[in-house]
């Protein structure tokens, strides 16, 4: 009898088991970008399901914010975010300022939304809920019923922070975010120019000595075994999640002087923002040397990635006429890094590192991040191309 009793369980679990996948298929069928959301979900299903790339998902007026540039500093993101208010004033609303910061500080405490940095957040952003006297939530929920303009913030330093994607994803899981990536050594002396006069650690010593002193760190045991793990840790993305946060903790980030040079550790920081937030067709990485040469032609593809649509001809002309710009800063400097040696030095350090960050941004490709440039017309900066 208990024999009969198991053999027919055993059959309804069968049969239950054949209606829940026909079910599943039916509705993978009708509506088949779920596929990507499964395969986020259940990751040892992602060999077998088939990923949904580059469609274009909706860019969200209760997002926190809509809309992120969140790096990389001194790789185009002020000249981005003026194209952007620019061409899109009736879609997108001016902050109190181009980089908000916000998400980098602040007690991000349960409940989020009584927390006096979501407050000052909602603030700064010029959010239409800032002031509403509902709950975020309900007044959220009725944005999408009305005419509601697009939040921005443009804080470059979001991508190097390992905090930063944490806080989003606790407050807006649904923000479009965009990353504009510039080969090291160049960034590094645009950077230290524009630092130069804001921290005495800049600007008490040439750009050669902080070169210097960013080589000797990194051959320190601490930092040079790190790094190697990073190198080592082949295509998983959440290993070189964990030892990005280990670089942090061992200061690279924090010192001005260090980071100049150690914010361009690109591959890492991709890879702990992927591991914690990023959503298929909701992240847009750019080579920022494509936006340097044909300004245009990029933010086409950006405005195809955030509204679905290519600019009109207003917005081209409008676009090719403005002068470009650089956020500069009153103490400005002219540094060069002018020893031949030396700058071999830092593009033979970097070289295995921006490698690895072709991996990432082939796999980032593959799961449904959008990309731009990075092809054959810039191999001189970039020792890979995707195809």
Same mark, same amino acid.
């Given at each position: ?20 996948? #026909? ?10 970008? !779920? ?7 259940? *990751? ?16 969200? *007026? ?25 061409? +899109? ?34 603030? /700064? ?11 975020? /939530? ?27 994607? +944490? ?16 080969? *090291? ?10 630092? $130069?006069?804001? !921290? ?34 082949? =295509? ?6 964990? $030892? ?24 890492? !920081? ?16 750019? =080579?920022?040397?494509?936006?340097? &040469?044909?300004?245009? $032609?990029? #933010?086409?593809?950006? !405005?195809?990635? #955030? ?55 082939? &796999?980032? /490709? ?14 001189? $900066? ?6």
């Amino acid at each position: 009898m208990n024999l009969w009793c198991h053999l027919l369980n055993f059959r309804h679990l069968i049969t239950g088991l054949l209606v829940s996948t #026909l079910l599943l298929a039916t509705a993978l069928y009708l509506h088949p970008s !779920s596929w990507t959301s499964i395969a986020l979900q259940l *990751p040892f299903l992602s060999p077998i399901l088939p990923h949904t790339k580059h469609q274009f998902a909706p860019t969200v *007026p209760y997002a926190l914010p809509s809309i992120l540039i969140a790096g990389t500093g001194k790789g185009g993101t002020t000249d981005l975010y003026g194209q952007l208010i620019d061409n +899109f004033p009736t879609r997108i609303t001016r902050g109190m300022s181009k980089e908000l910061g916000t998400l980098n500080s602040g007690s991000w405490s349960d409940p989020y939304t009584k927390s006096e940095a979501f407050s000052t957040y909602l603030e /700064k952003l010029m959010h239409p809920c800032m002031n509403t006297t509902e709950s975020f /939530k309900e007044c959220s929920q009725t944005l999408t019923e009305r005419e509601t303009k697009y939040t921005i913030d443009a804080s470059p330093l979001y991508l190097e922070r390992p905090n930063v994607p +944490f806080n989003l994803k606790r407050i807006s899981p649904q923000t479009k975010v965009i990353i504009l990536l510039r080969e *090291p050594v160049s960034r590094a002396q645009s950077l230290f120019n524009h630092w $130069y006069g804001r !921290s005495r650690l800049i600007k008490s010593a040439p750009i050669t000595e902080a070169a210097k002193d960013f080589l000797n760190l990194v051959s320190t045991p601490a930092v040079s075994t790190t790094l190697q793990q990073l190198l080592d840790s082949q =295509d998983h993305l959440e290993t070189q999640s964990l $030892y990005y946060h280990l670089v942090d903790d061992l200061g690279i980030l924090h010192n001005m002087r260090y980071r100049v040079f150690g914010g361009s550790f690109y591959a890492y !920081s991709l890879a702990n923002w992927s591991s914690i937030y990023f959503q298929p067709n909701r992240v847009l990485i750019i =080579d920022s040397h494509t936006y340097f &040469k044909d300004r245009t $032609y990029v #933010l086409n593809k950006v !405005s195809q990635f #955030l509204f679905n649509e290519p600019l009109t001809t207003e917005q081209i002309e409008t676009s090719e006429k403005a002068k470009v710009r650089n956020a500069k800063h009153v103490y400005k400097t002219d540094a060069v890094l002018d020893d031949e040696q030396q700058k071999q030095m830092l593009q033979d350090f970097y070289r295995p590192h921006l490698i690895k960050l072709g991996e990432t941004l082939k &796999k980032l /490709k593959e799961s449904g991040c959008w990309m731009v440039g990075f092809d054959s017309d810039n191999d001189t $900066y970039w020792p890979f191309t995707l195809q």
